[in-house]
């Protein structure tokens, strides 16, 4: 059974999203983590790059498939995670410790549009 | 294999001074090489005895797994047997001595024999007009495209840039349409994996205008045939836009339906699947591209050569040794076969979609998931008993894909043999679950680290050193 955490928001496309003021925290869920299987790379932006609501801002690469990652909400980004351009393996072992980029939401209102813990439990479990 | 001696790589086994070539007849005369041109150190060949080299290489290859050792049926890739009497007309020397570059009036009789191919082509698949130049299947889906591309600017139509892939297409496609310039819009698949035509109609509606194409392999990734085809080809060609067929999935079709008459415009066909050459290893490949009348003037150029003129030899070998009428069989028994072992097996296997499938199927996996025996393991246990994997963690609508397409070729008797396999192997996951999850057993080398592999692939003799320094 994957973890999913209260407090957060979660996309459909299997990433959450942690609210601290205006910055946005994003990563894959655990339920994502652990339906790649062992990921092996992760394509990240540079800080600074705007990303959108809804559209690609990198990648996820596991021994079975490269996966793209969508943006929950719009914004800029203020900070990558480095420590994964090493060891992406990180992400398999805690995908909520390991986050992926931090953002500076432009628009808090997107927030209503994604899930709640609840919700993307049982969206996860619609999948099976 | 006896490993201990010849299993190493032919550097390792190099000894100075040793020789094993010998160079052929010098038919060309001496010409002095520029000196900038020259290299200004040796080349590091490995020195080798004759004998070495034979072993080493016979080794390997009794190590390799092809269609000619045994069933391979890797779905999507389509691993038919290629007729030994396509090599033996490939090797004619007449054919395999010309040079790209030779006058054409000296090669009348090539020139005739892609003609010949070309109109078999058009026969089969309802078009008009054939490039031979794509080198391969992804390389032909970027001629078609730039073809539409072309096709849109002559009319002074620059607005279209979109093109419609379904979200169960191969990976391919989009990224055809991003080197091409092109836009992706995706749209939905139902339940049954076939294209939503409400979610076509919307994107139509919405952004009909910027529509170049759509791009559709039929039967679809699934193995399903697209049973809405002409309503969605009527969709495409009132906003505007050009239908193109992804070949990859013909052989099903063949002598059954045409893309032409099922409304596609533009086409590429994968010689090395439907036609019996060889691949796998990345090529020798080749991607005709076939389209529409009045289309052919919109060909980009995206070679100076004419492709590879040899995987077209053998393709037109293997269309006339079966002829007009037994090509016709080759549709039918392929979705037979795959249907049989699809039947044969779904009540071990999980069948997300049940009902008629085309030359290929997919199963999401074990039935009984308790095990924890993955997809994975089964396809590593299939190793063991001789058999090659089936595409495996594709396509990605299933967590646990299983994708199998056993071709038209094989015989009642291996089917049933790789279906006994299958449930042996559904069985063990029960009985001796830590048997399938450690397999291969039986192989020169057991279970390979991937993850290690795509982490820190190394690839030449000189990385491995570097390597085994830094250590």
């Known amino acids: 059974m994957a973890k999913v955490i209260e407090g957060l928001f979660y996309s459909e496309s299997h990433e959450y999203l942690k609210v601290e003021g205006k910055i946005g925290i994003i990563g894959i869920t655990d339920y994502a983590q652990k339906a790649l299987g062992n990921v092996v790379y992760v394509d990240m932006p540079d800080v600074d790059d705007d990303v959108e609501a809804g559209t690609e801002f990198g990648a996820v690469e596991s021994v079975k498939a490269a996966s793209d990652l969508i943006s929950p909400v719009s914004g800029t980004v203020i900070e990558v995670n480095e420590s994964l351009e090493d060891a992406p393996e990180l992400i398999n072992q805690d995908a909520y410790e390991n986050w992926i980029i931090k953002v500076e939401m432009s628009d808090i209102t997107e927030l209503n549009k994604l899930m709640d813990a609840t919700a993307y439990e049982a969206f996860c479990e619609e999948q099976k | ?471």
């Open chain 2, 1 to 471: 294999m006896n490993n201990r001696l010849y299993g190493n790589l032919i550097f390792e086994l190099s000894k100075e001074g040793r020789r094993g070539y010998s160079l052929p007849r010098n038919h060309v005369g001496n010409y002095e090489i520029p000196a900038s041109m020259r290299r200004t150190k040796d080349a590091e060949l490995p020195a080798c005895d004759e004998l070495t080299v034979v072993r080493h290489y016979t080794n390997l290859s009794n190590n390799n797994f092809g269609v000619d050792t045994g069933f391979y049926p890797l779905g999507s890739c389509t691993m038919k047997y290629n007729p030994k009497i396509n090599e033996e007309m490939a090797s004619l020397p007449k054919f395999q001595n010309l040079h790209p570059l030779q006058p054409d009036n000296t090669v009348l009789g090539v020139k005739a024999l892609v003609l010949f191919l070309e109109q078999a082509l058009c026969t089969l698949t309802g078009l008009a007009h054939f490039t031979f130049k794509p080198y391969a299947g992804a390389h032909g889906e970027l001629t078609g495209l730039m073809t539409i591309d072309n096709y849109h600017r002559s009319r002074g139509d620059m607005a279209r840039k979109k093109v419609i892939v379904p979200d169960s297409a191969h990976g391919t496609n989009p990224a055809s349409a991003a080197v091409c310039g092109l836009e992706v819009v995706e749209v939905k698949s139902m339940s049954d994996g076939t294209v939503d035509v409400d979610d076509l109609k919307r994107i139509v509606a919405e952004q009909g205008d910027e529509i170049a194409a759509m791009m559709m392999t039929n039967p679809n990734t699934l193995g399903l045939f697209e049973k809405n085809i002409p309503e969605i080809a009527e969709l495409i060609h009132n906003c505007g836009g050009l239908m193109y067929y992804d070949g990859a999935n013909l052989n099903p079709m063949l002598g059954v339906c045409r893309p032409g008459d099922m409304g596609f415009d533009v086409m590429h066909i994968n010689l090395h699947k439907t036609f019996s050459t060889p691949h796998g290893g990345g090529g020798p490949g080749a991607g005709p591209v076939g389209v529409r009348e009045g289309l052919q003037e919109f060909f980009p150029f995206v070679s100076p050569y004419n492709g590879n003129f040899c995987v077209m030899m053998r393709a037109c070998a293997y269309i006339l040794s079966l002829g007009a009428e037994q090509i016709k069989n080759v549709g039918p028994l392929a979705t037979l076969n795959a249907n049989y072992i699809k039947e044969s097996l779904k009540d071990v296997y999980e069948l997300p979609i049940d009902g008629l499938c085309c030359h290929e199927f997919v199963f999401d996996g074990l039935k009984d998931k308790s095990t924890g025996v993955t997809t994975m393991d089964v396809a590593k246990r299939l190793l063991d008993y001789g058999y090659h994997a089936p595409t495996i963690y594709f396509p990605l609508l299933f967590h646990e894909s299983l994708m199998i397409e056993p071709t038209e070729n094989e015989s009642k008797e291996t089917l049933d043999s790789f279906i006994a396999v299958m449930r042996k192997i559904a069985e063990e996951a029960k009985t001796h679950p830590d048997e399938v999850k450690s397999a291969p057993h039986n192989t020169p080398i057991g279970r390979v680290d991937d993850v290690l592999a795509a982490k820190h692939p190394i690839v030449t003799y000189r990385a491995m050193k570097n390597d085994e320094m830094k250590d």
